[in-house]
């Protein structure tokens, strides 16, 4: 079992940035990719990012490759998301994730087992 905890959100202007942090419980964190997804009012939810098991592998939806950062740290069971040059089109819930089991991480909302509450961010023009 995993529980995962999400913080960081906010409002943020046009340009600038946040650090989304998830925080999972439970001893076969280390085992397990991790994703990060988020849901627009209205819309579906979305892959942002992902992160092998390891952490020496990432993945990016194209709309945020180059501005995102998903990275892990298993000793203290963190996932954070450092979101830079933030767009109005960002504007979401931020949801994390963890996979079933396994390394790879995935695009795919319906191979997560566990996701956390959310966290709101905001982004003014």
């Known amino acids: 079992q995993v529980q995962l905890v999400e913080s960081g959100g906010g409002l943020v202007q046009a340009g600038g940035s946040l650090r989304l942090s998830c925080a999972a419980s439970?001893?076969?964190?280390?085992?397990?990719?991790m994703g990060w997804f988020r849901q627009a009012p209205g819309k579906e939810r979305e892959f942002v990012a992902a992160i092998t098991s390891s952490g020496d592998s990432t993945d990016y939806a194209d709309s945020v490759k180059g501005r995102f950062t998903i990275s892990r740290d298993n000793g203290k069971n963190t996932v954070p998301l450092l979101m830079n040059s933030l767009k109005p089109e960002d504007t979401a819930v931020y949801y994390c994730?963890?996979?079933?089991?396994?390394?790879?991480?995935?695009?795919?909302?319906?191979?997560?087992?566990?996701w956390g509450q959310g966290t709101q961010v905001t982004v003014s023009s």
């Open positions: 994730a963890a996979r079933f089991s396994g390394y790879s991480g995935s695009r795919y909302s319906s191979e997560y087992a566990y």
């Open positions: 439970g001893r076969t964190f280390s085992n397990r990719a």
